[in-house]
């Protein structure tokens, strides 16, 4: 399946976000001038050093804070509030997960909220749970589960509410290093299966190269931009040890370095 041209692009021009700094009435620009063309059901990367902004373009993008000038558009229109054709999927699922509710409700939560019939919604959190691989722990609570296991929920619960844009702030930061590998994997399939658009941000050069078809590189803030973007045609899945991947990983780094 392919999506029509154009569906769902997110269109961003001369982005910026200031924050007015203590003295002096000083603006002080967290980015600036940000210009980003991002395809509908593109694997997008956000790549830059901690504290340049990404998640502040992350959740302008996802509605949550305003923009203090350019443009932000889905569609051919304005961002001004967050909707249902974006979804993040944040690093701490604790906070976004309901502790009192299983698996399986946490995933039906946006179904049942729209009002969603009880059968209706039960096909469609099976067939999510199924694909995050929690099949066998739909009872559980949160509490229960790993951190990874956690993951999976929030990504079957985005997956369920069908938004077409999946925007994704450091999912795997607070994983295992073999966890986060079999995520990485598994987030590749979903995205291969389920055709949404996907903005991740990471500050991981390797995880940027085994996701992402283009990786964006932000420079070190104030007034942060989107400086260079790679192309990343390699196929899936991505084999960390081939000589297109490290050289790929040399040229991303060296931006780094100065
Ligand atoms: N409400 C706010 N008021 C003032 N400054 C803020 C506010 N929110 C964020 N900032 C500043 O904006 C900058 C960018 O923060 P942001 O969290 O977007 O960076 P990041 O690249 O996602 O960092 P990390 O990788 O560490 O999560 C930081 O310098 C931060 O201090």
């Not at 993008?61 to 944040?90: H, T, Y």
Request: proline share 4%; net charge neutral; aromatic share 8%.
């Amino acid at each position: 399946m392919s999506l029509p041209a154009d569906q769902h692009t997110i269109r961003i021009e001369q982005l910026r976000k200031t924050y007015n700094a203590p003295t002096h009435g000083d603006v002080h620009y967290i980015i600036k001038d940000v210009d980003l063309v991002i395809k509908g059901g593109e694997f997008f990367v956000l790549l830059g050093p901690s504290g340049c902004g990404k998640s502040t373009l992350l959740n302008m993008i996802a509605g949550f804070i305003s923009k203090s000038g350019g443009q932000l558009k889905v569609d051919n229109k304005e961002i001004d509030r967050p909707g249902k054709d974006r979804a993040m999927v944040f690093q701490q699922a604790d906070s976004s997960l309901f502790p009192w509710l299983t698996v399986r409700e946490n995933v039906e939560f946006g179904l049942r909220m729209a009002k969603v019939p009880k059968s209706q919604r039960r096909t469609i959190s099976d067939r999510y749970i199924e694909l995050v691989g929690l099949g066998s722990h739909e009872a559980k609570f949160p509490k229960e589960l790993s951190g990874g296991m956690k993951q999976r929920v929030q990504l079957a619960r985005v997956l369920a509410n069908d938004s077409a844009i999946l925007l994704m702030d450091e999912p795997f930061g607070a994983l295992d290093a073999m966890t986060r590998r079999t995520m990485q994997k598994e987030l590749v399939n979903i995205w291969q299966e389920t055709h949404k658009t996907v903005i991740f941000v990471t500050h991981d050069i390797q995880e940027a190269l085994l996701l992402g078809q283009r990786i964006g590189i932000m420079s070190v803030g104030p007034s942060s931009k989107i400086t260079d973007i790679y192309d990343n045609a390699l196929s899936y899945p991505r084999n960390i040890a081939s000589s297109e991947f490290n050289i790929l990983y040399d040229q991303i780094q060296s931006h780094f370095e100065e």
